[in-house]
């Protein structure tokens, strides 16, 4: 259920992107889309998430360090965007010719998407060390009820 309300949220998010960009000519525009693409970006990392939480069997211990660093990694995300945003809106508000503000923002976007990937990446390896380290449990023969082992 939470996968497929994530699932139209990002195609929901997808598509108000794509028409978007044609509009992108005013300082309104432009901050709307790079918070559309932020939010974008943060629908495919909690996705990426929760596909991948039902992965693994893992020990209640080792799910609870998993669910914990799975946290640190939304509440860095968020501060990323914060960061963001805050850094677009000093470019935005900085004493500059219109056409130069323009594509300083427009470099600017592109640069944050990039940071936004890598920490993705960071992310993803990070989460790859932590279930390396962890033991993995074995696995268990079913057993039916009805049989004795």
Do not use: C, W
Request: hydrophobic fraction near 35%.
């Amino acid at each position: 259920m939470k996968s497929s309300a994530l699932l139209l949220g990002l195609s929901f998010v997808t598509a108000v992107l794509h028409t978007g960009t044609a509009h992108a000519a005013n300082p309104a525009s432009d901050h709307r889309r790079l918070r559309l693409e932020q939010q974008q970006d943060a629908l495919n990392f909690s996705l990426q998430q929760d596909l991948r939480a039902r992965s693994y069997d893992l020990a209640p211990a080792d799910a609870r360090r998993l669910e914990a660093l799975e946290l640190q990694q939304r509440l860095e995300y968020q501060q990323l965007e914060q960061r963001q945003r805050q850094r677009e809106s000093s470019l935005r508000h900085s004493p500059v010719p219109a056409q130069d503000a323009e594509r300083r923002l427009e470099l600017q976007r592109d640069l944050f998407a990039q940071e936004r990937q890598l920490e993705l990446q960071r992310f993803e390896l990070d989460r790859q060390r932590l279930l390396q380290s962890i033991a993995r449990q074995p696995l268990r023969p079913r057993v039916d009820p009805g049989r004795l082992r």
